[in-house]
């Protein structure tokens, strides 16, 4: 039982209720920052975040879609701790990125450009590569990205699938338009379908329960060579 009123409806609600008010409330999902850095990311996720950058140990960590910086940033200071890797942000505009660390590179174009994608290959050969997509949320955007950036993903290392919570809560996009013909947790699953002899889900990083990722966190098996 739940005494004090002024935590009693807070403490009370499902977690489906939070999540709509962390996407819906945009002071709320606005005000979330790493180290003075817009990231827009809950916790729970960051955390995992950390450990699979622990685990792994990346020479490369691709970021499809950076906004502000805050969590290339926080990926940056990440490998900096454990004295590995870069951080690639592709995003068509850089015009609000605000993070500056000698460990993040940036290439600011259309992720989906051919010339991108080879200049990306180019700039993955021999190394250890993570792939994160925060793009586009259209299911169509990201089943296109996946194509083209999967094959990057080295065996035991994570393809990252973002948002896909929006399939769950239909939210409305940046343009106004609720995403009616799926997002990334669609993406995710149509990608598992094709790809699953390549990719497993790894439901170990959703043990929190609390993730705006569902479906999202993708280990490339081992036994896989890499086509590069």
């Given at each position: 039982?739940?005494?004090?009123?002024?935590?009693?409806?807070?403490?009370?609600s499902t977690l489906g209720e939070y999540l709509h008010w962390y996407f819906t409330d945009k002071s709320?999902?606005?005000?979330?920052?790493?180290?003075?850095?817009?990231?827009?990311?809950?916790?729970?996720?960051?955390?995992?975040?950390?450990?699979?950058?622990?685990?792994?140990?990346?020479d490369l960590i691709i970021e499809i879609g950076s906004l502000c910086g805050?969590?290339?940033?926080?990926?940056?200071?990440?490998?900096?701790?454990?004295?590995?890797?870069?951080?690639?942000s592709i995003d068509i505009s850089h015009?609000?990125?605000m993070a500056n660390h000698p460990k993040i590179r940036k290439i600011t174009a259309d992720c989906s450009d051919r010339a991108v994608v080879e200049q990306v290959k180019d700039l993955s050969k021999g190394k250890r590569?993570?792939?994160?997509?925060?793009?586009?949320?259209?299911?169509?955007?990201?089943?296109r990205d996946l194509k083209l950036y999967a094959p990057l993903v080295t065996p035991g290392m994570y393809l990252i699938i973002e948002d896909g919570v929006v399939d769950l809560l239909n939210p409305r996009s940046k343009t106004g338009e609720a995403y009616s013909s799926g997002?990334?947790?669609?993406?995710?699953?149509?990608?598992?379908?094709?790809m699953g002899s390549q990719f497993e889900l790894d439901m170990r990083r959703e043990r929190f329960i609390l993730t705006t990722n569902p479906k999202g966190y993708l280990r490339r098996k081992p036994s896989e060579n890499v086509n590069v």
């Amino acid at each position: 039982m739940i005494k004090d009123d002024e935590y009693k409806d807070r403490l009370q609600s499902t977690l489906g209720e939070y999540l709509h008010w962390y996407f819906t409330d945009k002071s709320f999902l606005h005000s979330i920052d790493w180290m003075g850095i817009p990231t827009r990311k809950l916790v729970t996720d960051v955390w995992v975040y950390q450990e699979i950058i622990f685990e792994t140990k990346p020479d490369l960590i691709i970021e499809i879609g950076s906004l502000c910086g805050g969590s290339t940033l926080f990926f940056a200071q990440m490998l900096e701790l454990i004295g590995n890797g870069e951080v690639l942000s592709i995003d068509i505009s850089h015009d609000y990125f605000m993070a500056n660390h000698p460990k993040i590179r940036k290439i600011t174009a259309d992720c989906s450009d051919r010339a991108v994608v080879e200049q990306v290959k180019d700039l993955s050969k021999g190394k250890r590569v993570m792939v994160i997509h925060d793009g586009d949320h259209t299911a169509e955007a990201v089943e296109r990205d996946l194509k083209l950036y999967a094959p990057l993903v080295t065996p035991g290392m994570y393809l990252i699938i973002e948002d896909g919570v929006v399939d769950l809560l239909n939210p409305r996009s940046k343009t106004g338009e609720a995403y009616s013909s799926g997002g990334p947790l669609k993406a995710a699953r149509n990608f598992l379908r094709e790809m699953g002899s390549q990719f497993e889900l790894d439901m170990r990083r959703e043990r929190f329960i609390l993730t705006t990722n569902p479906k999202g966190y993708l280990r490339r098996k081992p036994s896989e060579n890499v086509n590069v």
